[in-house]
């Protein structure tokens, strides 16, 4: 049901926003700086109901059953690294510091869905973040498992929310507005149980988050 709506929002939404986006160039040509603007609210908000609706179906896809994979060995840390240098904005990118602790083996991932958790947690931080601080991204091993965690310098998460943190349309009370529909962190769960791994976070009020995935070792790996 989800997905056959679905379909047919996506449809419409996606003449919206190549309308919107050819008035934004248009007007911005023109040097009407006002009307430009207003196109392209209309451009970022579509944009952003497209995204919402992509969470409802993949959300729908994920609990029906176990989806299935078609996972290859990929190098965390290269992994990493080539997607914080496409998220956001180069100012964004810019702010993303890596770091690998040790010799981490291969992981067997499906890349596109995988690259969804990365990316949920990067922009997470980023998010939370003031914009002059730094995000670190960090790969290790420990005890037969790859680790990847995102730390931020932002608000942090309140106790109390976070045994709730990863559940359907859960969304912490930062005091910070939120986007969406709170199932950014409930997808990347399911993705990472998928893949038989374990996501987990530990945060501070004032002090910031750190996310952290650990996803078994690739068998034929060393």
Same mark, same amino acid.
Request: hydrophobic residues 40%; charged residues 25%; glycine residues 12%.
């Given at each position: 049901y989800v997905a056959l709506i679905s379909h047919d929002l996506r449809n419409q939404l996606t003449s919206l926003? /190549? =309308?919107?986006q050819l008035l934004f160039r248009t007007l911005a040509k023109k040097g009407l700086a006002t009307e430009a603007a207003s196109a392209e609210s209309i451009l970022v908000s579509s944009t952003r109901m497209n995204s919402m609706i992509q969470e409802l179906v993949e959300s @729908? =896809?994920?609990?029906?059953?176990?989806p299935?994979?078609?996972?290859e060995p990929v190098d965390l840390f290269e992994m990493v690294s080539d997607i914080? /240098?496409?998220?956001?904005? @180069?100012?964004?990118?810019a702010r993303i510091r890596l770091e690998r602790q040790n010799h981490v083996p291969l992981v067997a991932v499906d890349i596109e869905r995988f690259e969804r958790v990365i990316t949920n947690l990067l922009t997470n931080a980023l998010k939370y973040s003031s914009p002059d601080a730094a995000v670190l991204a960090r790969i290790s091993s420990d005890d037969g498992r790859a680790i990847v965690s995102v730390q931020d310098q932002g608000i942090g998460i309140p106790t109390q929310d976070l045994p709730y943190l990863f559940q359907r !349309? !859960?969304?912490?009370?930062t005091g910070k507005k939120a986007d969406g529909l709170g199932l950014g962190l409930y997808i990347t769960r399911l993705l990472?149980?998928?893949h038989q791994g374990h996501v987990w976070v530990e945060s501070e009020v004032g002090k910031g988050s750190t996310f952290y995935v650990a996803l078994p070792f690739f068998q034929n790996s060393s």
């Open positions: 926003m /190549g =309308h919107a @729908a =896809h994920l609990e029906s059953g176990q299935e994979l078609n996972r914080a /240098g496409r998220v956001g904005t @180069a100012e964004d990118a !349309f !859960f969304r912490a009370k990472v149980e998928a």
